[in-house]
Nanobody, 115 residues
Framework: QVQLVESGGGSVQPGGSLRLSCAAS????????MRWYRQSPGKERELVAS???????NYADSVKGRFTISRNNVQKTVTLQMNSLRPEDTGVYYC?????????WGQGTQVTVSS
């Protein structure tokens, strides 16, 4: 049974930090590109960051220099370190695994940035 379980969301003031984690099971984690998406209120789901099977990373322009994605193929986890958070970072953050035509999603974790 495939599972992606996110954790680490919460409420934080602008300028603060959060660390999201996604624990994977039920598939060969090291063979999958891992991504974090977010859906902000009233907006479509957008790609935030991705890490390839080789460890190379890409980021949305809006989070470059503030967010860091990393993966641990032994522990089968992917993390998103979020620093210098802004109110516009508020949303539900989803973990995503993709390999060719196979796509898996987590249930999402809420991040709220507000003073």
């Amino acid at each position: 049974q495939v599972q992606l379980v996110e954790s680490g969301g919460g409420s934080v003031q602008p300028g603060g930090s959060l660390r999201l984690s996604c624990a994977a099971s039920g598939f060969t984690f090291s063979d999958y590109v891992m991504r974090w998406y977010r859906q902000s209120p009233g907006k479509e789901r957008e790609l935030v960051a991705s890490v390839s099977i080789f460890g190379s990373t890409n980021y949305a322009d809006s989070v470059k220099g503030r967010f860091t994605i990393s993966r641990n193929n032994v522990q089968k986890t992917v993390t998103l370190q979020m620093n210098s958070l802004r109110p516009e970072d508020t949303g539900v953050y989803y973990c995503n695994a993709r390999q060719n035509g196979r796509v898996y999603w987590g249930q999402g974790t809420q991040v709220t940035v507000s003073s």
